[in-house]
């Protein structure tokens, strides 16, 4: 029985001190000792570390599959990544469903696009005109080499050391930051997510939520040791608010600002961006000199299509009905300068794909990814590649069909992503078109090559196939444990087999109807 003094101890401690609820905890002379005295055993379990990327070596193939395989061994990471893209797919359907007409905007904004990219030519000339009478000036990139030269030119004639930026899929693609630095130019990221991928020298892993995979306690890591502050506290608020004060500085001081775009207006010469955080806001405004880097593909022709598209983008990515901000750039402000670099980098060159063109459709709201069971599970830098998850796969091979050439094979081509794709792209479809092309272009490794002809001619001969799952079943209702599930069984590392079934279909239906089948 404890005594009044102990009592009284025990309740003036914090809940997770309390001795008797935790089975760690170091009892002496019925004491509990602290952290600081005890010997060994933090109070606190160490922060699961935060599973990297597939390994980038030059051309080579990425093996999604191994980076797969060490997120999910990260268990923690893993569950927390699948749930909270799981809430947003869920988000989104609600959303959804809030719009009787969704079935009919998708239908519009997938012909929009369909007409825009089928005129494109016409339609960016029109841009180009506008833009240029509302003061704008107007610069186009073939390739991502041109599009860093463009804008190292924009600044250097501008004297400009230091730029702040807002999220841009297309400067990762064109690999932007790296060229700045190596030419001296500044470059800090005004987006949260994107900063904290920055700080942490990653690239995004989402194309809405950069820093998606990330726990908290891996956000207070990277802060710690690059803005100072505690590691021990992964309060949002404290991180957020930090890194507030570490950049809000950079900002006021900085000499440029960059930005995408969402849609780009052809009969009015101006562009959209749309966030939720008002960065571009502050990227365009604070200094005089605004860059907007922009792909092709973003082009719509009137304002009325904004409409269609606008309210698709956000209820799709983030199950909300607006981005905070939706914000119309038609020209430089008094005594400002802005630029427009119209970006192809392969664009033309996939328009000219006839089984993969529409995936110039893309508004980048990543729905594709949050609903795909494939990159919920694996984490988006598991690809190695700028573009991740369903629409990772269709874009990436038209980069570099050898090193992005196992893609496609991380879907089980369920079919979810087209179902949620605002622009109604057949992205399914253009993963499974995507296999068939890699294999003749024998770009698919030889093992894999191998299994997929094996399992053609068993499927292919009914006999055989009937016989082989017959003697598997078998094997699996008989072995020892050990045996099925072991080093070399990586399936079986995650999942159980389930158990074989007394009779298969087809010999239940031989028996039951006598006839074949
Ligand atoms: S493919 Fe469709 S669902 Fe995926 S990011 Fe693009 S627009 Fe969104």
């Known amino acids: 029985m404890s005594t009044t003094r102990e009592r009284t101890d025990d309740a003036m401690l914090h809940p997770e001190m309390r001795a008797g609820a935790d089975p760690d905890a170091i009892i002496r002379g019925g004491r509990r000792l602290d952290h600081a005295e005890g010997t060994s055993k933090p109070l606190r379990p160490a922060p699961e570390l935060q599973p990297r990327g597939a390994k980038v070596r030059g051309n080579r193939p990425i093996d999604q599959q191994e980076a797969a395989a060490r997120f999910i061994a990260a268990t923690e990471h893993e569950k927390m990544h699948d749930e909270r893209l799981w809430d947003l797919r869920q988000k989104r359907d609600r959303e959804m469903h809030g719009i009787s007409e969704w079935e009919e905007l998708r239908s519009l904004a997938s012909a929009i696009k369909e007409h825009t990219l089928t005129h494109l030519d016409e339609y960016l000339d029109q841009f180009e005109a506008k833009a240029r009478s509302n003061g704008i000036h107007v610069h186009w990139a073939r390739d991502a080499a041109e599009h860093n030269q463009i804008v190292h030119g924009i600044l250097r004639d501008h004297g400009a050391t230091s730029l702040i930026k807002s999220k841009s899929m297309l400067t990762e693609e064109c690999g932007f930051r790296h060229y700045m630095a190596s030419v001296g130019i500044e470059v800090i990221e005004t987006d949260l997510g994107e900063r904290i991928q920055q700080l942490d020298n990653e690239d995004p892993s989402h194309v809405v939520v950069p820093a998606v995979h990330k726990l908290r306690t891996d956000v207070a890591e990277v802060f710690s040791h690059t803005i100072g502050t505690d590691p021990g506290n992964t309060d949002v608020h404290y991180l957020a608010e930090a890194q507030r004060e570490a950049t809000r500085p950079l900002i006021l001081k900085a000499d440029a600002g960059m930005t995408g775009a969402n849609f780009v207006v052809a009969e009015t010469g101006t562009f959209v961006v749309c966030t939720n955080e008002g960065n571009a806001d502050l990227s365009a405004n604070v200094p005089k000199l605004h860059i907007a880097s922009i792909g092709i593909e973003k082009i719509i022709p009137r304002l009325e299509h ?49 089984e993969f063109w529409t995936s110039l459709k893309c508004i980048r709201c990543g729905a594709c990814m949050n609903t795909c069971p494939v990159y919920r599970r694996s984490g988006g830098l598991s690809y190695g590649a700028t573009y991740s998850g369903p629409i990772g796969l269709i874009i990436d091979p038209t980069f570099n069909a050898r090193k992005y050439s196992n893609l496609p094979f991380a879907s089980s081509l369920n079919g979810s992503c087209t179902n949620v794709c605002p622009v109604k792209i057949n992205i399914h479809e253009q993963i499974y078109a995507w296999r068939r092309v890699l294999v003749k272009q024998h770009e698919v490794p030889l093992v894999k090559k191998a299994a997929m002809k094996a399992a053609g001619v068993l499927l292919s001969q009914p006999t055989a196939y009937r016989a082989a799952i017959a003697s598997a079943d078998t094997a699996l209702a008989h072995l020892p444990r050990f045996v099925i599930y072991n080093g070399l069984n990586a399936w079986g590392k995650h999942r159980e087999v389930p158990h074989p079934p007394k009779q298969t279909f087809h010999s239940w239906y031989h028996a039951n109807r006598g006839a074949k089948l």
């Not at 956000?314 to 939706?326: E, K």
């Not at 914000?327 to 630029?339: C, D, L, N, W």
């Open 306 to 354: 904004l409409a269609v598209f606008v309210r698709l983008l956000s209820r799709s990515a983030l199950g909300s009905p607006m981005t905070q901000y939706t914000s119309h750039f038609r020209g430089p402000r008094a005594g400002g300068e802005m630029h427009v670099v119209l970006v192809d980098n392969g664009r033309s060159e996939r328009l000219g794909l006839e």
